[in-house]
């Protein structure tokens, strides 16, 4: 951590065209024994289904593996989608976890399906607007609490750590905001989304409206960041261009199909829609040398107040990915 304000890391495992799954899965493993060694906050990886680009898709098997591989950074989901899962089987899980790791383990869950619709309904149990009393479930299991008469007032979830995982609430809206201040929980805001729009106005209201809870007495937030350092601006562009690709579907490839080499990404031919499209997306999120790294991300910080500052990229060459990261690290060491 730096001294005003904490870094932490999202994985995403992702995919280059012709790798295997299995080496991006690995590949993860390896950012998290470099971030753990480096002092970063925590460590979380997402869930997704049915992409060929990105290989988390089981948080809490990965997150069993990056444990055990690892000795002080915090592990977490961000995050496990609710809807996909009864929350009981979440709360053993992640107090599975929380038993292995102890006071190490967050449990950060969101109410998106994490795929297209077709894998979402193969997934879901239950509609995605239940997803608030699943959250109060969520939490009835992992407190070992439910009020009298409620219909799991007698059921367990177990183990039942010491230390059991801290619950954050993921979202990219205002009203997903309000509700982890509804429920006195810490919040993360999705800012690495090509497109996100809103983190401000979503921080504003989350600190506006908090309740103090027993997990937590003040608010606190994070927001995700789409980071390239590279070692200047054309190399950090060049780093970042097989994501952007993929995200606006240049060349007809699917959004899902496996992420582009570098290489591939730059003899592509891009028409001037494409390439306006691709500026605004490079511009919203954090791509370039140390200088424009340091600069925007000072703006995002100054524009929503953030606590902590969660990395992350799609870049697929796992020794590129981490010397971004240490860039960023290096800009907030000399400050």
């Known amino acids: 951590m730096t001294d005003s304000v904490a870094l932490s890391l999202l994985e995403l495992a992702p995919v280059e065209r012709g790798a295997s799954e299995a080496a991006s899965v690995a590949a993860a493993r390896e950012v998290a024994r470099w971030a753990d060694g480096a002092g970063l906050h925590r460590f979380w990886v997402a869930e997704h289904h049915n992409t060929g680009n990105i290989a988390s898709s089981a948080p809490a098997v990965l997150l069993s593996a990056i444990g055990a591989a690892t000795e002080r950074i915090r592990l977490?989901?961000?995050?496990?989608?609710?809807?996909?899962?009864?929350?009981?089987?979440?709360a053993e899980s992640f107090g599975t976890l929380a038993a292995l790791f102890p006071g190490r383990v967050d449990l950060g869950v969101g109410r998106a399906p994490g795929t297209d619709p077709a894998t979402a309904e193969a997934l879901r149990r239950v509609p995605a607007d239940r997803f608030d009393s699943e959250v109060d479930d969520l939490l009835g299991f992992l407190s070992g609490t439910f009020p009298s008469g409620h219909r799991y007032e007698h059921i367990r979830a177990v183990p039942e750590p010491t230390r059991p995982p801290q619950l954050w609430m993921l979202g990219s809206s205002v009203q997903s905001a309000q509700l982890a201040a509804l429920l006195g929980l810490p919040y993360a805001f999705a800012h690495?989304?090509?497109?996100a729009r809103?983190?401000?106005?979503?921080?504003s209201a989350y600190r506006k409206e908090f309740r103090p809870s027993p997990a937590l007495s003040s608010p606190y937030a994070m927001i995700t960041v789409h980071v390239?350092?590279?070692?200047?601006?054309?190399?950090?562009?060049w780093l970042a261009a097989p994501a952007v690709m993929s995200a606006l579907g240049v060349g007809?490839?699917?959004?899902?199909?496996?992420?582009?080499?570098?290489?591939?990404?730059?003899?592509?031919?891009?028409?001037?829609d494409e390439r306006q499209r691709a500026e605004q997306l490079f511009a919203a999120q954090a791509i370039g040398g140390s200088?424009?790294?340091?600069?925007?991300?000072?703006e995002l910080l100054a524009e929503t107040g953030a606590d902590e500052l969660m990395l992350t990229n799609n870049v697929t060459d796992v020794d590129e990915r981490i010397r971004s990261y240490a860039r960023v690290l290096e800009i907030f060491a000399k400050r």
């Open 252 to 272: 007809g490839g699917a959004r899902t199909d496996p992420f582009a080499g570098p290489k591939e990404a730059a003899a592509q031919e891009w028409t001037d």
């Open 198 to 203: 809103g983190a401000a106005a979503a921080l």
């Open 76 to 90: 977490g989901s961000g995050g496990v989608m609710l809807p996909n899962h009864p929350p009981l089987v979440v």
């Open 192 to 195: 690495h989304f090509f497109g």
């Open 291 to 298: 200088e424009k790294v340091s600069g925007r991300l000072d």
């Open 228 to 237: 390239v350092c590279g070692e200047d601006d054309e190399h950090a562009r």
